[in-house]
C-alpha cells in the first residue's frame, strides 16, 4: 500500500512537470525530453521525501517506519542508494531496447547487455513473488541495501495475507515459462520443415531440369536456405501479393493494385507528360438520391457486422474482419459489391464498429449514366463517419468512395463521386491523379432538364479507348483530344461559371448557359 501511495504521488508529480514543459517548450520539442523529464521528477520526489525528510509520503500513509540492520535510523546516504538503484535500472532497460546491437567489435558485447535487460523483469517479478511470501524488502534496491520496514500503527496485525499472490505470480511465471519453451520447439520444427521443403523443391527442379534442356533453360535456380512458400511482395502495397498478376516488364503486384492503378492510368499520364493540361468540370447533383437511417450495431458475441437493407427489403450482412468475404462480394456484379468495396477502402484506414444501414428510400434511377453506383459508396463511407466521428471531410469521403468502387468491376472515374456534394454547383480540377474542388456561386435559379435516351454505355470501354491516347498522342486524332480534354474544356468550364454567378435574371441565365453547351457540343 506504501508503495501503490508512493507510485500515486510520482506518477501526479511526473503529469505536472510534463504539462509545465510541454506549455514551456511547446509539444513538439517537450516529446523527446518527456522521458527525461519523468527520469528526474523521480529523482526529484525521492530526494525530497525519503533522503532529505527520512520518510516518503506512502511510509507516512501507512505509518511505517524504515530501518537498517539492527534497527537502526537508516543514515542518508543509505536511503540515497536505495533510491539511485531504484530509479537507475528501468533507465537502462528503455535505453537498452531502444538500441540495437551494433556491428563490429563491441556488437557481441551490445547483445549480451540486451540479453541480459530482457532478464531484469524476470527477476523484479520474482522478487516481487518472494515479498508477497516472506513480507520483507518491496522492492530488490531495498535488498541490496538493507532497509526493512516495520509498521507503527496502532493495529499492526491484520487479519488478511498476501501469500496467495506470491504463490499466483509464482504459477504465472511458470506457465509463461512453459509457453515460451513449447513456442521455441515450435520454431525449431518449423525451420526444419522449411528446410526440408527447400531441399524437396531443388531436387524437383533439378529432375526437370535434367529430362528437359527447355526446362533447364526457363528454369530458375532455387537459392539455399530460400522459402519457397512465401508469396512474392506487392510493390503497391507492399504486402505479399494475392492474385499475383505479372506486368510485360516483369514486375509481380496484386491484381486489385494494379487494376485500380490502370483504372486511374489517365490522371496520372500527366505526371509523365507535363504538357498535358489540367482537367475540369463543373458537377451538380440532381434533386433525387438515396435516403437512409444509419444506427452503431452491436453484437454479443463482438463480431463487426454492417447490415444493409435496401428500399425492395432486400439485404446483406457483412463481416467487416472476413476480408476474404469482402472481396468475394465485391468482384460479384450484385448491388452490394458496392458496399463490400467501399468497406474494403475503409478498413485499411480506419477500424469501425458494427453498423446497421436501412436505405428507406432511393429515387436516382439506377444504370443511368447518374453516379447511382457512386451514390452507394458515398452512403456506406459517409454513414461510418458520422458514426465513429472519423473526422473526414467531404473530400476523403469523396476519396475513400472513389478507391472503394475501383474495388468492384465498376471502372469509374473522380467525376461520379460528385454526388458528395448534393445540389451544389461544384467546380471540380484534377491536376495528375490530385483533385481539388471550388464552389461556384450561382446567381439566379436555374433548372435542367434530365432526358433518358434508353442508350447504353460501356464504362470500361470508354476508358480503354482514352487510355490509348495517353500520356503522349500517337497521331492528330490524339492531339486533337489531348487540345479538347485540356484547354478548350478548361475554357469554357470558367466562361460557363463566369455566366452562372453574374446573371441574376433566370431567363438569361438559361440562355446563356445554353449557348455555353451548345458551343461546347
Known sequence: RAFQKDEQCRGHLRKLLCEALEELLGHRRAAPLQAAASFCSDGAYALATAVLSGRSLGEEYCELLVVSPGLHRPSQRRRL????????????????????????????????????????????????????????????????AGLKVLSVSERPYRSFSYRPLGVLLLAQMLGQAVAAMLERRRSRLAVKEEAAAASVAAAIVAMASSDSDETANSALPISKGMDTTRQPLCHICMCPAECATATP?????????????????????????????????????????????????????????????????????????????????????????????????LGKHFRVGGAEIENYLSDLPIRKGLSSSASICVLVVRALNQLYDLKLTVHGEMDIAYRGEINTPSRCGRLDQCVAFGQAVTKMIFDADLLSTEPVRVGAPIYLVVVDLCAQKSTMEILKGLQKAYPYPRDDVDKALHSLLGEVNLKVCEEVAEVMSRERDPIKAAEALGAAMTKAQ
Open 249 to 345: 516488364c516483369g514486375h509481380v503486384f496484386c491484381w486489385e493494385c494494379i487494376a485500380s492503378w490502370a483504372a486511374i492510368k489517365v490522371a496520372a499520364a500527366a505526371r509523365f507528360n507535363a504538357e498535358i493540361a489540367e482537367g475540369c468540370a463543373l458537377v451538380v447533383g440532381t434533386d433525387q438520391g438515396l435516403y437512409a437511417r444509419a444506427r452503431k450495431l452491436d453484437t454479443q458475441d463482438g463480431l463487426r457486422l454492417l447490415r444493409f437493407k435496401g428500399p425492395d427489403g432486400t439485404g446483406c450482412e457483412l463481416d467487416l474482419d472476413d476480408v476474404a468475404n469482402l472481396r468475394e462480394v465485391a468482384k460479384s456484379s450484385s448491388y452490394f459489391a458496392y458496399i463490400a468495396g467501399s468497406l474494403l477502402e
Open 81 to 144: 542508494v536505495a533510491a539511485a538503484l531504484f530509479l537507475v535500472p528501468p533507465l537502462l532497460i528503455a535505453r537498452g531496447q531502444s538500441e540495437d546491437a551494433a556491428p563490429g567489435r563491441l556488437g557481441w558485447l551490445r547483445s549480451a547487455w540486451s540479453a541480459s535487460l530482457q532478464a531484469v523483469p524476470i527477476v523484479l517479478r520474482l522478487h516481487l513473488a518472494v515479498f508477497y511470501l516472506l513480507g520483507s524488502f518491496r522492492h530488490i534496491s531495498d535488498r541490496c
